[in-house]
T-cell receptor
Framework: GAVVSQHPSRVICKSGTSVKIECRSLDFQATTMFWYRQFPKQSLMLMATSNEGSKATYEQGVEKDKFLINHASLTLSTLTVTSAHPEDSSFYIC???????????FGPGTRLTVL | QQQVKQSPQSLIVQKGGISIINCAYENTAFDYFPWYQQFPGKGPALLIAIRPDVSEKKEGRFTISFNKSAKQFSLHIMDSQPGDSATYFCAASIFNSGYSTLTFGKGTMLLVSP
């Protein structure tokens, strides 16, 4: 149980375009979803936290207008990287948890490459 | 300020040996301490977690030892296998807070040699 999926697993785009990444909880209702960014051989950096039906809360230094997060339902959250640039190339990972349980279940990640 | 310090950065262990990874935290409000395992190109997977009301938790070959007074906790992997080669992250959070997030250590890259 507690499976989280992400789509796509890899995406390559041109500089200036927008990219949407989906995160789904497959077998539970995710009251809270998290988006992380991970650079090679580094730890996970929390970008934002979103609760279903509410606006996302962004960590300090993360541009809200660049990384748009929508948590429209209890099983789906999306991250849109707007006007992507090469420096946005990274491994983006979502996680999800349900009410009353502390454990975060992570998705498989999305490798974004901006040319 | 790094709230969770993890060591070593990398570790090489012989097959069958014991792998030990250590973490120290600063915020005494932390009360949930999970360990995650991550393979290259994959998302982290929960390995084992502990709360500060117990000093040790064992699941199979994986054991967490917790020292509340020292604000330290460690992961022990017994009978380490080549398949255990991965990056391990410790983390900490405050359970049941209205705004609970995980604070991660920097990770330990484990290589188990055959």
């Amino acid at each position: 149980g507690a499976v989280v999926s992400q789509h796509p697993s890899r995406v390559i785009c041109k500089s200036g375009t927008s990219v949407k990444i989906e995160c789904r909880s497959l077998d539970f209702q995710a009251t809270t979803m998290f988006w992380y960014r991970q650079f090679p051989k580094q730890s996970l950096m929390l970008m934002a936290t979103s609760n279903e039906g509410s606006k996302a809360t962004y960590e300090q230094g993360v541009e809200k207008d660049k990384f748009l997060i929508n948590h429209a339902s209890l099983t789906l959250s999306t991250l849109t990287v707007t006007s992507a640039h090469p420096e946005d190339s990274s491994f983006y990972i979502c996680s999800a948890k349900y009410l009353g349980i502390e454990t975060q279940y992570f998705g498989p990640g999305t490798r974004l490459t901006v040319l | 300020q790094q709230q969770v310090k993890q060591s070593p950065q990398s570790l090489i262990v012989q097959k069958g040996g014991i792998s030990i990874i250590n973490c120290a935290y600063e915020n005494t409000a932390f009360d949930y301490f999970p360990w995650y395992q991550q393979f290259p190109g994959k998302g982290p997977a929960l390995l084992i977690a502990i709360r500060p009301d117990v000093s040790e938790k064992k699941e199979g070959r994986f054991t967490i030892s917790f020292n509340k007074s020292a604000k330290q906790f460690s992961l022990h992997i017994m009978d380490s296998q080549p398949g255990d080669s991965a990056t391990y992250f410790c983390a900490a959070s405050i359970f049941n807070s209205g705004y609970s997030t995980l604070t991660f250590g920097k990770g330990t890259m484990l290589l188990v040699s055959p």
